[in-house]
């Protein structure tokens, strides 16, 4: 499984957009890339999930360039509730669904 | 997506007792597994239960220590035995229903051991 790596902290304002990028160099080509996000005292929750290009939900958009070799995670105007850790994570999707976290992003959202 | 509980939500534990944690979802589920998160710290895969057979455990965890049941396609448990203060953490189990669907979480077993 390719190990990811995503900045440790962020900090952003009410209202703005925020982008959280992700690099796995070493993806394979079975593999997907998934985020989750996690507040205190929960287990992660599922945001989105892509291969490549641009995939968009109710939530978030995840932009994977040609090469999948990073991603980005956009959250268009935050509020103070999508405070919490964002985790990136690859996972291989012919065989079975183990999933290896990273340390994840910590996303403060300041008034 | 499947709703799963864990049971008990929080425990605060002996040395030397064993805890075991249920883990029961809404619907049958293809895959299991079984997580570990320390105080401020991500999340460490400790094994994937296997319906019908031995679970398999992630490198540092072994079945003496933490032995997993999963008696059918709904229903987990974990035990953590013979527990020492390092055991405390959160327990998470996450469930997944087909190989191209993404896994979901239970909210965690949140242990102290003292």
């Known amino acids: 499984l390719a190990k990811t790596t995503q900045p440790i902290s962020m900090d952003s304002y009410e209202g703005q957009e925020v982008n959280i990028t992700c690099s796995h160099n070493?993806?394979?080509?079975?593999?997907?890339i998934t985020w989750y996000q996690q507040f205190p005292s929960q287990g992660p929750r599922f945001i989105i999930q892509?291969?490549?290009t641009k995939v968009t939900n109710e939530v978030a958009s995840l932009f994977i360039p040609a090469d999948r070799k990073s991603s980005t995670l956009s959250l268009p105007r935050v509020s103070l509730s999508d405070t919490a850790v964002y985790y990136c994570?690859?996972?291989?999707?012919?065989?079975?669904?183990?999933?290896?976290f990273g340390a994840g992003t910590r996303l403060a959202v300041h008034p | 997506s499947a709703v799963i509980s864990q049971k008990p939500s929080r425990d605060i534990c002996q040395r030397g007792t064993s805890l075991t944690i249920q883990c029961q979802v809404d619907?049958?589920?293809?895959?299991m597994f079984w997580y570990r998160q320390q105080p401020g710290q991500s999340l460490t895969l400790i094994a994937t239960?296997?319906?019908?057979?031995?679970?398999?455990?992630e490198s540092g965890f072994v079945i003496d220590k933490f032995p997993i049941s999963r008696p059918n396609l709904t229903f987990s448990t974990l035990t953590v035995s013979n527990m020492s203060p390092e055991d405390s953490s959160i327990y998470l189990c996450?469930?997944?229903?087909?190989?191209?669907?993404?896994?979901?979480f239970g909210n965690g077993t949140r242990l102290t051991v003292t």
């Open positions: 619907s049958q589920v293809t895959m």
């Open positions: 996450s469930v997944g229903q087909s190989n191209n669907s993404p896994l979901h």
């Open positions: 994570l690859s996972s291989f999707s012919g065989g079975y669904n183990k999933l290896i």
């Open positions: 239960a296997n319906q019908g057979s031995e679970a398999t455990y």
């Open positions: 070493n993806i394979a080509t079975n593999d997907y």
């Open positions: 892509g291969y490549k």
